[in-house]
């Protein structure tokens, strides 16, 4: 299957501090990326969509300012945690839709936040 | 709406046994697509099976095979002959063939199969 990768896989912070998270597809193309966000033991949320050359959709109750996304070329898109708090540790899964077939995604390995 | 339930929050196994995990959906679509996703310990979401809401066809692939019944909007999916790493949270999702792309999923079932 097709490949996405994702940077950094773990990352700790101080409160305040802002945080980006790089998402990309490795041997494909990708016009389309999303953003999830998962607690302990639950089950994936999308956050938002992201085209390549466009602004990104965000789902309700996903701050904008809070989570910034860009996707500047078709095979890299990154998420900014700003002025990031303890309430944002979580894991965020970037994937990626192209590869083997328009509709399916390609996951990355997720990468884990930890603020103090 | 698009919504996936997979009832089942947690199933244990002893290797070798056999085990269903179910998967429930509801959609309006005509077109959509249905999706099955591993995740184990290490997080990361592993792609396992997509079918067309067109091709009902059960499919088998080694030890793993999916039963699609739009009669009753189930996707389920049975491990045949367990093993300790088949030990992982699974996800069924569904995409609406509308605008392909966003997943919808289900709340996962976590399977331990023990030695």
């Known amino acids: 299957g097709a490949v996405v990768s994702q940077h950094p896989s773990r990352v700790i912070c101080k409160s305040g501090t802002s945080v980006k998270i790089e998402c990309r597809s490795l041997?494909?193309?990708?016009?389309?990326m999303f953003w999830y966000r998962q607690f302990p033991k639950q089950s994936l949320m999308l956050m938002a969509t992201s085209n390549e050359g466009s602004k990104a959709t965000y789902e309700q109750g996903v701050e904008k300012d809070k989570f910034l996304i860009n996707h500047a070329s078709l095979t890299l898109s990154t998420l900014t945690v700003t002025s990031a708090h303890p309430e944002d540790s979580s894991f965020y899964i970037c994937?990626?839709?192209?590869?083997?077939?328009?509709?399916?995604?390609?996951f990355g390995p997720g990468t884990r936040l930890t603020v103090l | 709406a698009q919504k996936v339930t997979q009832a089942q929050t947690e199933i244990s196994v002893v290797e070798k046994e056999d085990v269903t995990l179910d998967c429930v959906y509801e959609t309006r679509d005509t077109t959509y697509y249905l999706f099955w996703y591993k995740q184990p310990p290490s997080g990361e979401l592993v792609f396992l099976i997509r079918?067309?809401?067109?091709?009902?066809q059960n499919e088998i692939s080694g030890r793993y095979s999916w039963n699609f019944q739009k009669s009753t909007s189930s996707f389920n999916f049975t491990i045949t002959a367990s093993q300790v790493v088949d030990s992982a949270v699974y996800f069924c999702?569904?995409?609406?063939?509308?605008?392909?792309?966003?997943?919808?999923f289900g709340r996962g079932t976590q399977l331990t199969v023990w030695p």
């Open positions: 041997d494909f193309q990708a016009t389309t």
């Open positions: 079918r067309n809401s067109f091709d009902e």
């Open positions: 994937s990626a839709r192209g590869g083997g077939g328009a509709d399916t995604q390609y």
């Open positions: 999702a569904l995409a609406r063939g509308s605008t392909l792309g966003r997943l919808y």
